[in-house]
């Protein structure tokens, strides 16, 4: 079974201060993928990033950046120079997928952390 | 418009109801899934279905039904409502090679 843990449950900081938002998950497949939602207050959910098990690359997207590692199964979310706007639930998720890389479609997704930015 | 539409937006009943929640898409995706969200709990999945003649239970589908009434349409049915779904449900389709998500706006359901 699959599982995906963010064991931040909350986290305050004041704005332009940098903040990591931690995901580690569980599975046995060898082909998968992981992702980061974002939900504000408003409550819909926007998707903010897909990769797959075999691309261990970081990625950088402007303020916020992910870092994956297989070997102690992380997908960390990092936003730097934080601003209030980014106040949000944020949610990491994962779906498990055939060898050739085609997803089951079924996405886990973690408890969620909430992300309080102060002015 | 949005590309995943959920109705009604917001609900409350009774226990004991019967409460429809329907949503439609025009993203032309196959599959389509009804999540449940809940505070510190995350989004739990309580049927998805892949085309319109494949329904699948979820982690959660005690309580629930699903109808695929045609691959943009997936309704889920609380056949007697009970306190403890008060919750807020997402609707949501997908691509069939990735997986990304693309959700609706969701309905906030409170039993009382």
């Known amino acids: 079974a699959q599982k995906v843990t963010q064991a931040q449950t909350e986290i305050s900081v004041v704005e332009k201060e940098d903040v990591t938002l931690d995901c580690v998950y569980e599975t046995r497949d060898t082909t998968y993928y992981l992702f980061w939602y974002k939900q504000p207050p408003s409550g819909e959910l926007v998707f903010l990033i897909r990769?797959?098990?075999?691309?261990?690359q970081n990625e950088i997207s402007g303020r916020y950046s992910w870092n994956f590692q297989k070997s102690t199964s992380s997908f960390n979310f990092t936003i730097t120079a934080s601003q209030v706007v980014d106040s949000a639930v944020y949610f990491c998720?994962?779906?498990?997928?055939?060898?050739?890389?085609?997803?089951?479609?079924?996405?886990?997704f973690g408890q969620g952390t909430i992300l309080t930015v102060h002015p | 418009d949005a590309d995943v539409t959920q109705t009604p937006r917001n609900r409350i009943t009774k226990t004991g109801k019967r409460i429809m929640l329907e949503c439609s898409q025009t993203?032309?995706?196959?599959?389509m899934y009804w999540y449940r969200q809940d505070p510190g709990l995350g989004l739990r999945l309580i049927y998805y279905?892949?085309?319109?003649?494949?329904?699948n239970k979820g982690e959660i589908s005690d309580g629930y039904s699903v109808s695929r009434q045609a691959q943009a349409k997936f309704s889920l049915s609380l056949e007697s409502a009970i306190p403890n779904q008060t919750a807020l449900y997402f609707c949501?389709?997908?691509?069939?090679?990735?997986?990304?998500?693309?959700f609706g706006e969701g309905s906030r359901l409170t039993v009382l």
């Open positions: 279905s892949f085309d319109v003649k494949d329904i």
């Open positions: 998720a994962l779906s498990e997928a055939s060898t050739g890389g085609t997803s089951y479609g079924k996405l886990t």
């Open positions: 993203k032309g995706h196959d599959r």
């Open positions: 990769r797959n098990s075999f691309d261990e």
């Open positions: 949501a389709t997908s691509v069939t090679n990735t997986g990304e998500l693309f």
